[in-house]
Every structure is written in structure tokens, then in C-alpha cells.
């Protein structure tokens, strides 16, 4: 039987590689300002401060958390390119108010918060993006599609701070053309890049995009989504129920993999500082080639892990990879009698600001802004006074340090493959842009409450407490994983339609 003719092939994977474009470009939208934000939020605002950026930096997550489920449920009965077009066309419209967050008199900073929700609120296309690919690949295909969406994701992750760099060439001042009453500026210059490329990629789903849809043998199905589109076979394989039990324990699994990785790329800052003595300059330089590093670490665990799941199957991975983050963050318990050095200084002089647990513990994209007065020439560097278990708590060894950071981005990668893959394969040929709606909300719910639980345990308690109780979250996310291990199988072949 001819499964699929060439046409319909070609067509099929030209759409999946918008979605990939379309992904790739969502992360850049979230990446490319990181570095930026908090210079130019106390250039329009100077009202604002480091908790003012935390929340900037948080609504993005916010937005996708709120529009994931709301973007997929729109999938699910409509044509795709309707929740795509306008999920795209809101992320254009907030970068270019972006651009413009200067020009009111007063509540600049509202602003620029309203911006970042609306760009974060675009990007609930992800649910939209993950459920066309779950739906358009069979069983065969569907690891690599995944694998490829996430690499996507994660060279936008990379090339946004770059492209940030790029623009930084322009300077503060750069052009400013008052009839538009536009400043094109390194701040404004990569918003409105992030809009030209929106704009290109509406033009691209509306040139080459198409419905296609497939049943886990890569049959042809007319999709609900389509307008006039698709083959006429039968949806006679989408009989049965979905495996609820293993939907909730997917999710949950998910938020402990975005949650711990949230953990990570957020204390990765006040850590270096306090264990190595780091200048924040310091931190953050250092810390950037740590990142980059690793960004390139997952590319590559990205196209490695599309071969391996073919030899061992996905679950066997995930529970690989959860090992290898519990490994990781086990590395990083201190240990030995050498304690950090002690940041005894204290800053009598009012006209000084004194660094605040709070500003410590703001994400290193943040930290480049926190610049101190001309006047002051020596910055404190070390372990704050403040901190009591500073006077206690064994220095983290650079060497372990640096092995955590391989060991996680090797096992973050893995486990965030697996989860996509296994919980589109448990949906199996039902409509699942709900589901995966609710999947990108938990991500984005674990990546705004990850910094709030390492910012607390940290700050009072300590790296002991901190990370032990990340390794706990782990252990206890291995044992629901063994738990629920039989029923993480493909749709089809829980009801014996495909052997495993």
C-alpha cells in the first residue's frame, strides 16, 4: 500500500520546517534583549529597580504560561495558521512597543513590563508549534522531529545574546529619526530585528505552510485543522481513551526538569561570586562562556539523542538523563573544611550603594547594569557577611563547579527531549494542542518559580540546603518515573495496533 505519495512528503516536512523557524525565532524573541534589559530599563525608568527587573524578566514566562493552553485549544478545532498568524503577529506588535518604551513621560518601566508579557504571550505558539509536529510525524519520525524543535529552540536561545552583540555597535545614542519618534539605538535595534524576522515568518506560513496530518504508521488523515487539505482516510485509530495517569505524570516530570534547570541558570551568578570571589564583571563574563558552552553542549546531545532512542527507546533515556541531573547537582553539595572568602567590608558611605542579597541573586543577565559609582574603586568580592552560612558552609570547589555544569547540560537536553517525545506519543492520534498548552505552561510555571525557591534557600540557608533539596525533588521524580514507567508507551501500541 502506498502510505504517503512524494508530493504529499514534500509538502508535509516543507510545513514542519516552518515550525521549526517558528520556534527558533520565538526563543530569539526571548533571548535577544536578555543581555539589554536591565541598562536600558534605568535609562527610560530610573525609578526602577533589580525587583522591578525580576519582573520583567518573569513575564515573559507569565505570558506563555497564560496563552499556551489558550493558543492550543484554538488548534484544536481551527486551522493552525490562525492562532500562528496571531500569536506571531501580538510577539511583532510587542517588540515594536518595545522600541518605544521611551517615549512616555512617567510609568516608562509599565511599559516596557507590558511589552515583555505580550512577547512572552506570542510565544504560547509553542503548544500550537509541538502539537502540528506530534500530529504531522508517525511514530518513526516523531523522536528526530522533536529533537530538531528543541535544537531549534536552543540555537535561538544562543544566537539571541549574539545577535544583542552584534547590535551593541550601533552605542547608546545611534539614530534617531523624529518623525517616527524612534530611537534606533543597541537597546531598540534588536526588537526590531526580532519584528522583521515575525514578519517574515507570518509571510512563510502563509506562502509554504500547510495542515498535514499523520497516524503513527504515516498514514494519511484529513485533519480537523485543515481547510480543503489533506487525504480522506479514515480516523479509525483514534478510538480508545488517553492514559490520564501518565499525561499528569509527564507533566509533573516536566516541571521538575524546567524547574531544575531554572535553579541552575539562576544561581549560577551569586554562586561564582561567593565561592570564587568574582567581580560581578567577572561573574558574568565567565558565567557567559559557561552558558554558551553548554547551549553548545545540547545541540549536539540534541542530534546524538535521535540515533540512541532508536537503540534503547526513550523512557530508558529519560531515566538516564534524570540521573545525570541528580549526578550534577550531587556534585555541587559542598564539601572539605576550606571556607570562601568572607566579604567583611561594609559600605558606610550613603552616596554607595550596598549590594543587596536580592540584587545578588538576580539573574546574571541582569548583573552587567549593577555598576557602581565612579567614586568607589574597590567592589566587595566574596561570601556577604550577611549570609551566616557564609561562616559555616565548605567552599564549592571551582572543578566541581565546572563538572556540574557539563554533567547538566547533558542530562537537561536528554530529559527535554524524552518528556516532548513520550507525552506526544502517549496522546497519540488525538487533537493535542490542549495538552500540549498545559505541558508549556508547566515549563513556564517551573521556569517563574525556580528563582523564587533558589533565591530563598540560597539567600538563608545556604548551597547545602539549596541543592540537597533539588537532589530530593530528582530522587522523588525518579521514583514517579519507575512508577508510571509501563504506562509511558506509544497510543497505538497500548492498544495493540503497533508492537512496541
Not at 516596557?112 to 518513526?140: C, D, P
Amino acid at each position: 500500500d502506498v502510505v504517503e505519495t512524494q508530493e504529499h512528503y514534500k509538502s508535509r516536512w516543507r510545513s514542519i520546517w516552518i515550525m521549526y523557524l517558528t520556534m527558533f525565532l520565538s526563543s530569539v524573541g526571548f533571548s535577544i534583549v536578555i543581555m539589554s534589559v536591565w541598562p536600558y530599563l534605568q535609562k527610560i525608568d530610573p525609578t526602577a529597580d533589580a525587583s522591578f527587573l525580576g519582573w520583567i524578566i518573569a513575564s515573559y514566562s507569565i505570558g506563555q504560561m497564560v496563552a499556551s493552553p489558550l493558543f492550543g485549544l484554538w488548534s484544536n478545532y481551527r486551522p493552525r495558521r490562525e492562532p500562528l498568524v496571531i500569536s506571531t503577529a501580538i510577539s511583532v506588535a510587542a517588540n515594536c512597543l518595545y522600541a518605544y518604551v521611551h517615549v512616555p513621560h512617567s510609568h516608562n518601566k509599565y511599559y516596557m513590563l507590558t511589552a515583555r508579557a505580550l512577547v512572552g504571550f506570542g510565544a504560547g505558539n509553542v503548544a500550537v508549534v509541538r502539537s502540528y509536529i506530534a500530529g504531522a510525524t508517525s511514530l518513526t519520525e516523531r523522536t528526530s522531529a522533536m529533537a530538531n524543535t528543541s535544537a531549534c529552540q536552543a540555537i535561538g536561545f544562543i544566537l539571541g545574546p549574539v545577535f544583542q552583540t552584534c547590535f551593541t555597535l550601533i552605542g547608546e545614542e545611534g539614530v534617531t529619526w523624529k518623525f517616527l519618534c524612534l530611537q534606533l539605538n543597541m537597546y531598540t535595534a534588536p526588537v526590531l530585528f526580532g519584528a522583521l524576522l515575525g514578519v517574515i515568518n507570518i509571510i512563510l506560513i502563509f506562502a509554504i505552510f500547510r495542515e498535514h496530518r499523520v497516524d503513527d504508521l504515516g498514514r494519511q488523515y484529513k485533519s480537523i485543522n485543515s481547510d480543503g487539505e489533506g487525504s480522506d482516510v479514515l480516523d479509525q485509530n483514534t478510538e480508545g481513551s488517553i492514559d490520564h495517569i501518565a499525561v499528569v505524570a509527564l507533566n509533573i516530570l516536566f516541571f521538575v526538569i524546567l524547574f531544575v534547570f531554572a535553579v541552575f541558570e539562576t544561581i549560577a551568578t551569586p554562586l561564582t561570586m561567593d565561592m570564587y570571589s568574582w567581580t560581578r564583571k567577572e561573574a558574568v563574563f565567565y558565567n557567559g562562556i559557561i552558558l554558551s558552552a553548554i547551549g553548545i553542549e545540547s545541540v549536539i546531545v540534541f542530534m546524538v539523542v535521535k540515533t540512541l532512542s532508536k537503540k534503547t527507546g526513550e523512557r530508558a533515556i529519560l531515566h538516564a538523563g534524570l540521573l545525570i541531573v541528580l549526578v550534577g547537582f550531587f556534585i555541587l553539595l559542598p564539601w572539605g573544611k576550606k571556607l570562601p572568602n568572607i566579604q567583611w567590608q561594609e559600605i558606610k558611605n550613603s552616596s554607595i550603594p550596598r549590594t543587596a542579597p536580592s540584587e545578588m541573586l538576580a539573574p546574571f543577565w541582569s548583573l552587567p547594569g549593577l555598576q557602581l559609582p565612579s567614586n568607589h574603586t574597590a567592589e566587595p568580592v566574596g561570601c556577604p557577611v550577611t549570609q551566616s552560612w557564609c561562616l559555616n558552609t565548605p567552599k564549592i570547589y571551582l572543578a566541581q563547579y565546572i563538572s556540574s555544569d557539563v554533567l547538566i547540560g547533558l542530562g537537561y537536553p536528554v530529559c527535554n527531549v524524552m518528556s516532548y517525545t513520550l507525552y506526544s506519543k502517549v496522546l497519540g492520534p488525538k487533537p493535542q494542542g490542549v495538552y500540549m498548552g498545559w505541558l508549556t505552561a508547566s515549563g513556564s510555571g517551573a521556569r517563574i518559580l525556580g528563582p523564587v525557591f533558589v533565591s530563598q534557600i540560597y539567600t538563608h540557608l545556604g548551597p547545602r540546603w539549596a541543592f540537597s533539596l533539588i537532589c530530593g525533588v530528582v530522587v522523588v521524580s525518579l521514583l514517579l518515573l519507575e512508577i508510571v514507567y509501563k504506562k509511558l508507551i506509544a497510543f497505538s501500541v497500548r492498544y495493540g495496533r503497533m508492537q512496541e
